[in-house]
């Protein structure tokens, strides 16, 4: 009966009241078993599968499990533990025809152990590091008994106003969709049928990170030829890598919400890409589609929907409602129906439900005994991850690193902030596990230098920003203030400055501050966060500013400041102990900007890889009738692919080996990159590419390879890169993917802005 039991379908069906011919199909065949299920479901059955509910008021658990049972529920997300899901799966195995569950969570950086903030894995370029964080990802939540998570987020991001610019890769598409490969195979290792892989979902789809003014669900009004150069390479790459899921975005597109976008989900989605997935709306998507207008009532919505190819819909109130009455009026074609039925069992099949069940529950006894046990993190893992993911932006006079013999003064609202630590969507973390900037830089030292600690300052004084990141969270808040006046915070932290050899201040962002729904109009430091940093600068010791924070800062004023600046954005569970590796030298930081840092918002939108124009501005020359600011300089403060080290670099001059390239051949660019410094380093050499002349106006760069090489000090290594017509390809006015003969710069560099040049002509 138990070997029955975790059959799924194989379970009983002969006795069950369906058709004669109910032998059940070899569970070999994925086809033949799913098309012979389906034959035994009912229309409330089949709904029900289509049903992905929220564990959460609205839906208590005694009233899931019965829904469960009665087979009017596919999935549930937001329950995080094997003691949780056992008895919904229970209840699964109870219904008529035991179609198994699967249990989904947001699983970003981290599950248990909590990785850097997508962002901060971006700025490791290393793809071996970015692809261990998911893996122990999928490894922890699978023992967890979740089955799929709602990642890669491969949003393109060019506006840091967006909040959800911390949960991506930045602003690159070529970076972003090497990226998405190695995520999604991380999560689904060899197979997401394995009991320690989990499924990828990948989101936003589609073009959420261009949302109108950085302004979180808003509108997306964008070109073709954008769309598909662009924005849409990291989904696609995704998809060609076997993700197995799909989440819509929230955004319309073009006019067209998602959610109801048939030529996003079936032209583009299913028919030229091949996507034979499952499709799950965001939450809640399918009932916004009356707020945004384009649909009259529920009953409308869900059918838009379904039609568009929502498969599933998530914290559904629709599709139970409304379907059963959309089917029998022939509104929606049971084709329709089925189709997306089909694909949701499709993904359990291939989640290895219905060969087991319990495959990643497993049995009551081998549950931990304590779920958030400390043994079931991956420290080293992710201080090593961490640790690769700091960006060095400042260093005068080698104020950085530390002596382990100093005297720190260690201010800031976010020196001992466990909770800020973990950054945004940090799953199943905890933060009295989280190693903070403070505990880091104390167990650096030992009892070999000494830490003097001062608050200095709130993350804000403004009543209404704390109260906005404490509204969700108002049973434990997460910004919790200093009740002291400001200046007494400011004096305190100025007395710690003066008896201390050195000033290391922990200061930006509340995790909250970059989230979902924290579009932000300023992306200054706080402001008292500003005076706390001027007063410090005021005591004339060594000022060391560690960023925390979860999008480009315009930090101008405090980069002029401060000596060191090391960004950390959101680091993780291991977070202060990599910072503190890396300000007292025991790791020398390797990081790279994954995303420009304007000067200013007024500059925004800014990316390196712009589009050509008539009137370019021009650094150094007049600027009168180019395109410019003409009240501040043109410039980023720091440019895509920006990272400093302790030790120096330096590349040769290029080398082609050809000045020609036949469309079927390769050419191969080859560059030394010496370290001269006097500590072993790592760095990223970084390959651009410029169509010089082409049907239509090309950006003036765009990264096409890198290499992250670690040198010895004095060592020297030849970099090669192999360039063929692919690499010159993009999409035409008629949306042809092509590559036009001509002229192309070759540029390489250690970031976007410093590079060396060589030209070839495309034959």
């Not at 409304?322 to 129906?337: C, H, N, R």
């Not at 000067?599 to 007049?622: A, C, D, E, W």
Request: net charge neutral; hydrophobic share 40%; glycine share 8%.
């Amino acid at each position: 009966m138990k070997k029955l039991c975790l059959l799924g379908l194989a379970v009983g069906l002969a006795s069950l009241p369906v058709a004669a011919d109910s032998k059940t199909a070899p569970i070999e065949n994925k086809d033949a078993f799913i098309a012979h299920l389906m034959k035994q479901m009912t229309l409330e059955e089949k709904i029900g599968q289509l049903r992905l509910i929220s564990i959460g008021p609205e839906m208590p658990r005694e009233l899931i499990r019965k829904e469960i049972a009665a087979g009017n529920i596919g999935g549930t997300f937001n329950s995080i533990s094997r003691p949780e899901n056992r008895p919904m799966q229970d209840a699964a195995m109870r219904s008529r025809l035991k179609i198994p569950m699967f249990f989904a969570y947001d699983v970003i950086h981290g599950h248990r152990t909590i990785f850097p903030i997508s962002l901060g894995l971006a700025s490791s370029w290393d793809m071996d590091a970015i692809g261990r964080s998911g893996r122990i990802a999928a490894q922890e939540a699978s023992a967890d008994s979740l089955d799929i998570t709602f990642a890669p987020m491969v949003d393109i991001s060019r506006d840091p106003r967006w909040g959800r610019t911390s949960e991506g890769f930045g602003e690159d598409t070529y970076l972003v969709s090497r990226i998405a490969k190695v995520m999604v195979q991380a999560y689904q290792g060899k197979s997401p049928s394995q009991a320690d892989s989990i499924m990828a979902s990948v989101k936003h789809f589609a073009l959420y990170g261009a949302v109108e003014g950085g302004r979180d669900y808003n509108v997306v009004d964008m070109s073709p030829v954008k769309m598909y150069q662009t924005y849409l390479p990291p989904y696609r790459a995704a998809i060609d890598a076997g993700a197995g899921g799909v989440m819509v975005a929230l955004n319309s597109v073009n006019g067209v919400p998602a959610t109801s976008n048939t030529w996003l989900m079936q032209d583009l989605l299913r028919k030229d890409w091949g996507f034979k997935g499952l499709a799950v709306s965001d939450h809640g998507a399918i009932f916004e589609l009356l707020k945004h207008g384009v649909a009259k009532d529920g009953r409308e919505a869900a059918k838009l929907a379904i039609k568009a190819g929502i498969d599933m819909s998530m914290n559904d109130s629709l599709y139970g409602k409304e379907l059963p009455g959309l089917i029998k009026s022939g509104e929606v074609p049971q084709s329709d129906l089925d189709n997306a039925v089909r694909e949701v069992l499709g993904a359990k099949y291939d989640m290895g439900l219905f060969k087991d069940p319990y495959l990643r529950i497993g049995k009551a006894e081998d549950d931990p005994a304590d779920t958030n046990a400390e043994s079931r993190l991956h420290r080293a893992e992710a201080r090593d991850v961490a640790k690769r993911s700091l960006v060095l932006l400042k260093n005068e006079k080698q104020t950085l690193p530390l002596e382990k013999s100093a005297k720190i003064a260690v201010v800031g609202p976010l020196a001992k902030a466990p909770i800020d630590m973990m950054g945004s969507w940090a799953a199943a973390g905890q933060p009295a596990q989280s190693v903070t900037l403070f505990d880091g830089m104390s167990r650096a030292l030992g009892d070999k230098g000494q830490l003097v600690y001062a608050r200095g300052s709130n993350i804000t004084t403004d009543k209404k920003i704390v109260d906005y990141l404490n509204f969700l969270n108002f049973d434990a808040p997460e910004v919790v203030d200093d009740p002291r006046p400001e200046q007494q915070l400011i004096d305190e932290a100025v007395q710690a400055a003066k008896q201390a050899d050195v000033v290391v201040a922990a200061v930006g962002e509340s995790r909250g501050m970059s989230h979902e729904s924290s579009s932000r109009t300023d992306l200054n430091i706080p402001e008292t966060q500003r005076k706390l940093i001027a007063a410090l600068k005021a005591t004339g010791k060594p000022l060391v500013l560690v960023l925390m924070n979860g999008r480009p800062l315009t930090i101008g004023q405090e980069q002029d400041q401060a000596d060191a600046v090391l960004e950390t954005w959101f680091s993780g569970t291991e977070g202060g102990n990599a910072i503190a590796d890396v300000l007292f030298g025991d790791y020398n930081p390797s990081g790279k900007l994954p995303i420009t840092f304007p000067r200013s918002v007024g500059q925004v939108p800014m990316y390196y890889n712009h589009l050509t124009i008539g009137r370019p501005f021009t650094p150094g020359k007049p600027g009168n009738y180019t395109s410019q600011y003409f009240d501040e300089e043109n410039t980023p403060l720091y440019p895509f692919g920006y990272g400093l080290s302790y030790t120096d670099f330096s590349l040769s001059n290029m080398a082609l080996s050809s000045t020609t390239l036949n469309k079927s051949g390769k050419l191969d660019a080859s560059i030394t990159v010496r370290n001269t410094g006097k500590r072993d380093g790592e760095t990223v050499v970084q390959l651009y590419i410029q169509d010089v002349a082409g049907s239509m106006i090309r950006p003036v760069k765009e990264l096409k390879n890198f290499q992250k090489v670690m040198l010895k000090a004095g060592e020297e290594k030849v970099i090669h890169f192999t360039i063929d017509e692919n690499d010159l390809k993009f999409y035409n006015t008629q949306l042809k993917y092509v590559a036009e003969p001509g002229k192309f710069n070759v540029q390489i560099g250690l970031d976007s802005r410093d590079v060396t040049q060589q030209s070839f002509e495309l034959l």
